[in-house]
């Protein structure tokens, strides 16, 4: 993965990720954490509220929020993805299609 990294909630499953990637050599700097009650992150890592108001997409988005807060997240994220944006996932039980009806336009969704 090349470029910044949003990472959307970091509660326990978005958290473990975080950690590991840290632990096997991301730099802390190229990943933002987007969520308005993350606390105790790892030093180096910007934490926000909602998407950066400075329009710069993402190389990359990883979701990690509980399913149900899909909606909310989508209408808030969807605007600042691009065709060259990668969506990962992780949301137990929401198939692809349910991402590619709220998420248009990144290319690649897994």
Do not use: Y
């Amino acid at each position: 993965m090349d470029g910044p990294l949003w990472l959307v909630g970091a509660g326990n499953m978005g958290g473990a990720m975080l950690r590991g990637w840290l632990a096997d050599g991301m730099e802390p700097a190229r990943i933002t954490v987007i969520d308005p009650g993350a606390q105790n992150l790892p030093e180096g890592v910007m934490a926000l509220p909602a998407p950066p108001p400075d329009g710069a997409a993402p190389a990359t988005v990883v979701l990690a929020v509980k399913p149900q807060l899909l909606d909310v997240v989508a209408i808030a994220l969807a605007p600042a993805l691009e065709a060259e944006t990668l969506l990962v996932s992780v949301l137990a039980g929401v198939e692809i299609a349910a991402l590619r009806a709220r998420f248009a336009a990144p290319r690649a969704v897994a």
